[in-house]
């Protein structure tokens, strides 16, 4: 490591700078730290990618076109997807790919800095299994699987996919991993770890005397292993956080842009960004430092790029309550329909390492980004979502319905309308919700502050799915019988 003194640091005019590490970040002096999942410790063993008797997506017997039409892997097989094989483009998607119980839909591992494996897809059902990796066998290649569909269009392959259609279709535009004993979807992405942590020193920002060095060259509480040219989030040092007053700030790190240096014996992360932050960010001994998150992942589940609202303006409007002078709007933002993924019942999930970007449909029942419904408890103790990012959701991060012993443990959400970790009905019990980050946070049709789903005559409606969702938080929980440690949250509208 890079030895540094607090003498290379820089100076602000209250005088010398000091790093503030883990044990003195908190007022209490306490605050656990994420711990390393048991698994990056060993080498990868029976992974599904190199199993013997595979057959390949483009064999002559399979081979399936890309024209929007569906595709029915053959009972009983093993199919893999290798880089090069698929024929779908953004602009030709496959059609609904369905894996029946005895069959199996497999993603190879071209290594770290290979060629991405990218399907176009109108959705897939999971009655047999969806295999990226194992347990014990993450990928290290780069993956994308685009979910495609638009808002009301009827003139295209996406026209199946209207928002009235997406409330009775499980599959529509989504991974529907259906209530069959022995469906699983398996999804295990390369570890990066931690997955958020902490300033050990402010970000000045552009106004600050400071040497513009600091703007883009952070200091972390954690030594972290995050990749060059990934994407991080640094959550807003502001009270208010809106989409029309927004602090939080979006960065890439540069190559060779991640180290772990010792200042004063203490090691602490450094990531260089390709562009300065442009917004003070706060880091204060004893009290509290904004958050770092990771957003970027070598596999990624996304909906296309028709998925974003068109109906995103005004950003803000006059407020009818005291204390704001602007609010976020009713009436906009209510039209997001990205890709969704769902786990029902006897099924399996178990989603490591995955990056989930335009995802969840506004409004539209049980279309998340993740979604575990009516989730039997055996299943749920060996399912699990961990060490995964989503962001720009129109609907959630992740909701937990009727579902038992399930990990979510280290994720990243950001960029979230509604609640992002949500305890759907409140039965919910022994799930380990831990080590989370949720940031920016929207209310869905306007804000309001309520403490319940029922407020005056604020009640359901074809622009309000979930009242509760006027007043999103980053954690609503709805069960004190489950494990809730160590998570963060920036912004929203319940606390």
Same mark, same amino acid.
């Given at each position: 490591? *890079? %030895?540094?003194?607090?003498?290379?640091?820089?100076?602000? #005019? +209250? !005088?010398?700078?000091? =790093? &503030?590490?883990?044990?003195? /970040?908190?007022?209490?002096?306490?605050?656990?730290?994420?711990?390393?999942?048991?698994?990056?410790?060993?080498?990868?063993?029976?992974?599904?990618?190199?199993?013997?008797?595979? *057959? %390949?997506?483009?064999?002559?017997?399979?081979?399936?076109? #890309? +024209? !929007?039409?569906?595709? =029915? &892997?053959?009972?009983?097989? /093993?199919?893999?997807?290798?880089?090069?094989?698929?024929?779908?483009?953004?602009?030709?998607?496959?059609?609904?790919?369905?894996?029946?119980?005895?069959?199996?839909?497999?993603?190879?591992?071209?290594?770290?800095?290979?060629?991405?494996?990218?399907? +176009?897809?109108?959705?897939?059902?999971?009655?047999?299994?969806?295999?990226?990796?194992?347990?014990?066998?993450?990928?290290?290649?780069?993956?994308?699987?685009?979910?495609?569909?638009?808002?009301?269009?009827?003139?295209?392959?996406?026209?199946?996919?209207?928002?009235?259609?997406?409330?009775?279709?499980?599959?529509?535009?989504?991974?529907?991993?259906?209530?069959?004993?022995?469906?699983?979807?398996?999804?295990?992405?390369?570890?990066?770890?931690?997955?958020?942590?902490?300033?050990?020193?402010?970000?000045?920002?552009?106004?600050?005397?400071?040497?513009?060095?600091?703007?883009?060259?952070?200091?972390?509480?954690?030594?972290?292993?995050?990749?060059?040219?990934?994407?991080?989030?640094?959550?807003?040092?502001?009270?208010?956080?809106?989409?029309?007053?927004?602090?939080?700030?979006?960065?890439?790190?540069?190559?060779?842009?991640?180290?772990?240096?010792?200042?004063?014996?203490?090691?602490?992360?450094?990531?260089?960004?390709?562009?300065?932050?442009?917004?003070?960010?706060?880091?204060?001994?004893?009290?509290?430092?904004?958050?770092?998150?990771?957003?970027?992942?070598?596999?990624?589940?996304?909906?296309?790029?028709?998925?974003?609202?068109?109906?995103?303006?005004?950003?803000?409007?006059?407020?009818?309550?005291?204390?704001?002078?602007?609010?976020?709007?009713?009436?906009?933002?209510?039209?997001?329909?990205?890709?969704?993924?769902?786990?029902?019942?006897?099924?399996?999930?178990?989603?490591?390492?995955?990056?989930?970007?335009?995802?969840?449909?506004?409004?539209?029942?049980?279309?998340?980004?993740?979604?575990?419904?009516?989730?039997?408890?055996?299943?749920?103790?060996?399912?699990?979502?961990?060490?995964?990012?989503?962001?720009?959701?129109?609907?959630?991060?992740?909701?937990?319905?009727?579902?038992?012993?399930?990990?979510?443990?280290?994720?990243?959400?950001?960029?979230?309308?509604?609640?992002?970790?949500?305890?759907?009905?409140?039965?919910?019990?022994?799930?380990?919700?831990?080590?989370?980050?949720?940031?920016?946070?929207?209310?869905?049709?306007?804000?309001?502050?309520?403490?319940?789903?029922?407020?005056?005559?604020?009640?359901?409606?074809?622009?309000?799915?979930?009242?509760?969702?006027?007043?999103?938080?980053?954690?609503?929980?709805?069960?004190?019988?489950?494990?809730?440690?160590?998570?963060?949250?920036?912004?929203?509208?319940?606390?």
């Amino acid at each position: 490591p *890079i %030895e540094f003194t607090n003498q290379w640091m820089s100076s602000y #005019a +209250d !005088g010398e700078e000091t =790093l &503030i590490y883990h044990d003195i /970040s908190t007022i209490m002096n306490y605050q656990p730290s994420m711990p390393l999942p048991h698994d990056a410790r060993y080498e990868p063993v029976d992974c599904p990618h190199l199993e013997a008797g595979l *057959i %390949e997506w483009n064999d002559p017997s399979f081979a399936p076109p #890309a +024209d !929007g039409s569906d595709v =029915l &892997i053959p009972p009983s097989s /093993s199919v893999i997807i290798r880089v090069g094989q698929l024929t779908s483009t953004p602009e030709s998607p496959y059609g609904r790919i369905t894996i029946p119980e005895s069959s199996r839909l497999i993603f190879d591992d071209t290594g770290a800095g290979g060629p991405t494996v990218e399907l +176009d897809t109108l959705g897939i059902t999971v009655e047999g299994a969806l295999e990226a990796g194992s347990s014990t066998c993450r990928i290290e290649g780069n993956i994308k699987i685009t979910l495609h569909g638009e808002y009301g269009n009827t003139d295209s392959v996406s026209d199946r996919h209207l928002s009235d259609a997406a409330a009775t279709d499980m599959g529509l535009k989504g991974i529907f991993v259906s209530n069959v004993e022995g469906a699983r979807m398996d999804i295990h992405g390369k570890l990066y770890h931690p997955t958020w942590t902490r300033l050990a020193a402010a970000v000045p920002g552009t106004v600050s005397s400071a040497p513009s060095v600091r703007n883009s060259e952070l200091f972390l509480q954690d030594c972290v292993n995050w990749p060059d040219n990934g994407k991080i989030i640094v959550t807003t040092s502001h009270v208010k956080d809106t989409r029309g007053y927004n602090f939080n700030e979006e960065a890439t790190i540069a190559n060779s842009g991640v180290q772990c240096v010792v200042v004063d014996g203490r090691g602490y992360g450094k990531i260089t960004l390709t562009s300065p932050l442009e917004h003070y960010h706060h880091a204060g001994e004893k009290e509290y430092q904004c958050e770092v998150g990771l957003l970027s992942r070598n596999i990624v589940i996304q909906g296309n790029d028709k998925s974003d609202p068109i109906d995103d303006t005004p950003l803000e409007c006059d407020s009818t309550s005291s204390g704001w002078t602007k609010v976020p709007c009713p009436d906009t933002f209510l039209t997001g329909l990205g890709g969704h993924t769902i786990v029902v019942g006897q099924a399996q999930g178990r989603l490591r390492g995955v990056e989930f970007h335009r995802m969840g449909m506004t409004n539209i029942m049980g279309r998340y980004p993740v979604h575990f419904h009516h989730h039997d408890p055996e299943s749920g103790s060996v399912s699990m979502m961990t060490d995964c990012s989503v962001h720009r959701s129109y609907f959630r991060a992740i909701s937990i319905h009727d579902a038992f012993n399930l990990k979510v443990e280290r994720n990243t959400a950001f960029d979230i309308s509604g609640h992002a970790f949500y305890l759907e009905s409140g039965v919910e019990e022994y799930n380990y919700v831990q080590y989370n980050l949720a940031a920016f946070v929207h209310p869905i049709n306007g804000a309001q502050i309520m403490p319940s789903n029922v407020v005056g005559n604020t009640l359901q409606s074809d622009k309000i799915l979930v009242p509760a969702d006027h007043s999103a938080s980053g954690f609503y929980i709805s069960n004190a019988h489950n494990y809730v440690v160590g998570n963060a949250a920036s912004g929203g509208w319940a606390g």
